[in-house]
């Protein structure tokens, strides 16, 4: 079995600060990209960021400069830095990592349970 598990979402106000975590645990071989995606009421789920085990970054234009993603290999974790927040930011955010279990022959997309992140004074 295969667990994301994240944490460091809740209630920001405008401008301000959040740190999202999610931990990766189970029968797991090798990861090769995680990430961030965000569903907001009544949207589709969309990519915030991307990150591969070699740590090249992807981000969706509406957070460059704002928002900063990293992994720490050793701890199978990903981290998502989010800075000068804005209302429209509020949203459910998932985790996400393409991985191999051992004993598989292919790679397959995992996702978190997703953390809630509002934006409001």
């Known amino acids: 079995q295969v667990q994301l598990v994240e944490s460091g979402g809740g209630l920001v106000q405008p401008g301000g600060s959040l740190r999202l975590s999610c931990a990766a645990s189970g029968t797991i071989s090798t990861i090769n990209v995680m990430g961030w995606y965000r569903q907001a009421p009544g949207k589709q789920r969309e990519l915030v960021a991307t990150?591969?085990?070699?740590?090249?970054?992807n981000y969706a234009d509406s957070v460059k400069g704002r928002f900063t993603i990293s992994r720490d290999n050793a701890k199978n974790t990903v981290y998502l830095q989010m800075n000068s927040l804005k209302p429209e930011d509020t949203a459910v955010y998932y985790c996400?990592?393409?991985?191999?279990?051992?004993?598989?022959?292919?790679?397959?997309?995992?996702w978190g349970q997703g953390t809630q992140v509002t934006v409001s004074s």
């Open positions: 996400n990592a393409n991985l191999r279990r051992w004993g598989a022959r292919q790679s397959s997309a995992y």
């Open positions: 990150i591969t085990s070699g740590g090249s970054t």
